[in-house]
């Protein structure tokens, strides 16, 4: 009988290269299709409902609210303030600099419009983001896991975000290409990967998080095994990386306010964002338990509730640490900030490790009654073409 020691393990150590499951092209490339076969029909859903709804899909794609702030900038420059209320400020010092500089860089060089620029630099990012997402998900679990959880993040019911002229996949795409490098043991690809995705977001210093985490549990393990004490190549470049680009922008901002450190978040607190540990948001739970509100609201608390079972089911799972850091970072943020509730689940986006405990039990369910799996797989599909369009064409509200 073989000891358990002598069992192989279930996932390669991270931080170290696993010579026996790289990241091979094909299975990659067709779960790139796949993905963006998904998001093409989930596209096409919206676009439908937009014209029977006399609407103008590209308005409602590359020119609605977030996505607005991210074409001034990228024309202008930062600068502008807005007092939509009384007791309520508008800056867009809020908006973190790589999107718009990615949309100015693509009406540069082509001859697209604002909004045009906007959603090619979304859409690319986001099959950018379903490579990273397959990669991570291969190397943990095979090819097969790794192609189902890119598809899943394409299907998820906010995942016509992806389609639109917001900055989520950017973020996905840096943080998931930078945990694939953690996992992989190159640090200083890590490091400057998460130092983009904390350009991208407020919550992208979840990435550096991750790598920060990760660096440090490697030396530990590494210490305690060799008594010189030797780190793995690169790991204090990556990890002085990691933090740079949310902290540059942040500290940034902060002067063009006159209060480096405070600044930022000064300007969160005007557009009525702020970290109170979930009692806002358990507020407005209770407000929706007692009183009638639109169901883009229910759809939102019923999201983020499996967003916390998923995270417990990624920990009894076992993940790997940056895994575990970087999605409970996202979900730390999510549920403990105020205000914005129906936003949320976009802020979840970028939390695609939610998805592999779900992605190994639909590649199980496959190979014993694939029948099951397509008929999970479809539900899935169709809830989130139908909410998609719901949330972008009926709604008209905050995304």
């Known amino acids: 009988m073989t000891s358990v020691s002598a069992l192989p393990p279930a996932t390669p150590p991270v931080g170290e290269p696993d010579v026996t499951r790289g990241l091979r092209l094909r299975p990659a490339v067709a779960a790139a299709v796949l993905f963006t076969a998904a998001r093409l029909a989930g596209l096409t859903f919206v676009v439908l409902a937009a014209r029977v709804h006399g609407s103008h899909p590209l308005a409602l794609l590359g020119r609605s609210w977030d996505s607005r702030w991210y074409l001034r900038i990228a024309a202008h420059g930062y600068g502008l303030v807005e007092h939509p209320v009384p007791g309520v400020v508008h800056n867009d010092l809020a908006f973190f600099p790589l999107y718009p500089a990615l949309i100015r860089a693509v009406r540069l060089l082509s001859p697209l419009g604002g909004g045009a620029s906007a959603l090619v630099v979304a859409w690319l990012a986001a099959a950018v983001a379903a490579g990273g997402i397959y990669a991570v998900g291969a190397r943990l679990h095979g090819p097969a896991v790794g192609t189902v959880l890119a598809v899943l993040w394409g299907i998820l019911p906010h995942s016509v975000v992806l389609s639109m002229g ?123 338990l007692l009183a009638r509100e639109a169901f883009l609201f229910f759809g939102a608390l019923v999201l983020v509730a499996a967003a916390l079972l998923l995270f417990t089911l990624l920990v009894l799972d076992r993940a790997p640490l940056p895994l575990l850091v970087y999605t409970g970072v996202l979900l730390a943020v999510a549920c403990g900030g105020s205000g914005f509730f129906q936003c949320k689940p976009r802020f979840l986006l970028p939390a695609f490790p939610l998805l592999l405990p779900l992605a190994r039990s639909l590649v199980s369910t496959a190979k014993a009654r694939p029948w099951h799996a397509a008929a999970v797989a479809g539900a899935l599909t169709g809830l989130s073409f139908a909410y998609g369009a719901y949330l972008v064409v009926i709604t008209r509200t905050p995304l």
């Open 166 to 288: 917001y900055s989520e996949p950017v973020l996905t795409a840096c943080a998931a290409w930078s945990l694939y490098a953690v996992l992989t043991g190159n640090w200083v690809r890590a490091g400057a990967l998460a130092a983009l995705a904390g350009l991208s977001r407020p919550n992208g210093f979840a990435a550096a998080l991750a790598v920060l985490a990760a660096a440090a549990a490697t030396v530990r393990t590494t210490r305690r095994r060799l008594s010189r004490g030797r780190v793995p190549r690169g790991l204090w470049a990556g990890a002085a990386l990691a933090p740079l680009g949310w902290a540059g922008y942040v500290l940034w901002a902060g002067r063009r306010t006159g209060d480096t450190l405070h600044g930022y978040l000064r300007v969160q607190r005007m557009w009525g964002s702020r970290f109170d540990f979930g009692l806002g948001a358990l507020r407005f739970v209770k407000h929706l």
